[in-house]
């Protein structure tokens, strides 16, 4: 009988469930002020997601004998589902996106380590296009919200602006449209900035539940950065070369030209912060080494700055950390580590001499 060994390894302190529980504590203020800003109807979406991945997970357990809930990775997965749906939609969508998550995405392929594609994003991006419409759905903060009716987000009210042919930067294209906050305007007369960013920065404005305060989202990714459950690399790298497209390039649609884009308003809205700290740091689906997480990042935020302000869709950080979950292989096959005590042979030619 032959034994194989590996390298010697130094084990740390750190367990799956222990990384898994810093990730769902890091997640809870953004979720918790989704409930308070739509109320108890977003609480019950983000409850039904996580029972819904959490079920699935147990059952698929049943049937292969391996029990895996202990390592809270389930629980994750249906948070982070039910923080991309918005607030209103029909209890059956999340349900669909947890369970599509789990079984097809995370199982199908050998479980927790094993999927290709983070499966909180594949869900969402399942349900999104199978039902566009309720998942475009959207309400303001109830604060600021007048009726029930569905309102637009700062991302999508841009988009409809541009397709309709309209000139001017973002905040001109967004007044009337969007209400703003009264703090919103103070701070942004004082600092010369738009206040649809403030809104967004600070989480009065429409969208899933658990992306609309970049501040909170901020706060626990920098929990997360602390705790050492992520690196800088992605999160810093990912948003910065998409602010630095949305600056120089994002002007075009608009008729600005280049260095004329909007640069706040689209780094506090939709699910960018969300994305870069929560989905595409997913240890198992992003590259193993610094160089390749740098690549990795360079590639979400091109794409997503392109399917943002050049596609069809008002919104792209899933497809784009999807995108490049795709290409996470070849990154890594390309973009090796030196083996430690590694030699270089010489060449014939140094061999001779």
Known sequence: MKTVRTSPHI??????????????VALLPSALWGVFAFGPRA????AVSVAASVLTE??????SKEFTLKDLSAAVTGLLVGMNMPPAVPLYIPIIASAFAIAVVKWTFGGLGCNWMNPALAGRVFVFFSFTSQMSAFLLPRWMRLDAVSSATPLSAMKTAVTGGAQGLSQDLLAGTIPNTDLALAVADRLGISPYAVDAFLGNVGGCIGEVSALLLLAGGIFLLATKIITWRIPVVYIGSFALLSWVFGGIPYGQGLFGGEVLVP??????????????TDWVTTPTTPKGEIIFALGCGFFTFLIRYFGSLPEGVSLAIILMNIVTPTIDRFVKVKPFGYVKKPRKKEAKA
Do not use: N
């Open 43 to 46: 609480l019950l979406v983000l």
């Open 11 to 24: 084990h740390g302190p750190l367990r799956t469930d222990k990384a898994m529980l810093f990730v769902i």
């Open 267 to 280: 780094v506090f809205s939709g699910g960018l912060m969300l994305g870069a700290f929560f989905m595409a």
């Open 58 to 63: 147990y059952l698929l357990g049943l049937v």
